[in-house]
């Protein structure tokens, strides 16, 4: 399988957007999934088909994709989004990765 | 309510094995594919293996593949995963995740995890 590489940690402002980015040989070919998790909880899907929102889940989580890096992006940045992000994706043998995560600090 | 409900963890010394199940209700659980994601101590996530709504698709991490089954139970709506020969490196919080069986369908309700501690 391959991997999918995140930035350690991000580090926002209130108010201000933080982006975290996801790297990986096959995500021109394969969609990319983000999860939030927060300490001691499960993870909670934010973003599927690269781009698409969960209901229940802000407006302000997004997320894009650009050949190899597929993109989240939290736009007005609150308190409660501080967390670990995941990326992840299939590959084409029907298992999955997932990234190495990014920590996001809010200041 | 979804809900996914994780049994099973506990201490088990290297070598030895173990069953976890997940039990599921709140939705039709043989319609969805079912999934093992586990968590080192302070570690990111790891998929671990995934059974499809009818059995028929079973795929493992290269880390477990050989050691682990997947396996679910549609009549009892709960998902199991045996593990045996178990080292060191699997101790993690094991969690249960459903994925719906249509296209680009992510990982979309999880239950709250089982931890699996392997030392001596």
């Known amino acids: 399988s391959y991997e999918l590489t995140q930035p350690p940690s991000v580090s926002v402002s209130p108010g201000q957007t933080a982006r975290i980015t996801c790297s990986g040989d096959?995500?021109?070919?394969?969609?990319a999934y983000w999860y939030q998790q927060k300490p001691g909880q499960a993870p909670v899907l934010v973003i599927y088909?690269?781009?698409e929102r969960p209901s229940g889940i802000p407006e302000r989580f997004s997320g894009s994709s650009s050949g190899t890096t597929v993109t989240l992006t939290i736009s007005g940045v609150q308190a409660e989004d501080e967390a670990d992000y995941y990326c992840?994706?299939?590959?084409?043998?029907?298992?999955?990765?997932f990234g190495t995560g990014t920590k996001v600090t809010v200041l | 309510e979804v809900q996914l409900v994780e049994s099973g963890g506990g201490l088990v010394k290297p070598g030895g094995s173990l069953r976890l199940s997940c039990a599921a209700s709140?939705?039709?659980?043989?319609?969805?594919?079912m999934n093992w994601v586990r968590q080192a101590p302070g570690k990111g996530l790891e998929w671990v293996s995934s059974?499809?709504?009818?059995?028929?698709?079973?795929y493992y991490a290269d880390s477990v593949k050989g050691r682990f089954t997947i396996s679910r139970d549609n009549a009892k709506n709960s998902l199991y995963l045996q593990m045996n020969s178990l080292r060191a490196e699997d101790t993690a919080v094991y969690y249960c995740?459903?994925?719906?069986?249509?296209?680009?369908?992510?990982?979309?309700?999880w239950g709250q995890g089982t931890l699996v501690t392997v030392s001596s």
């Open positions: 995740a459903r994925r719906e069986e249509v296209a680009a369908a992510g990982f979309d309700y």
């Open positions: 709140g939705f039709t659980f043989s319609s969805y594919s």
């Open positions: 059974i499809s709504s009818s059995s028929s698709y079973i």
């Open positions: 096959a995500l021109p070919k394969q969609y």
């Open positions: 088909k690269d781009s």
């Open positions: 992840q994706s299939a590959d084409s043998s029907g298992t999955w990765v």
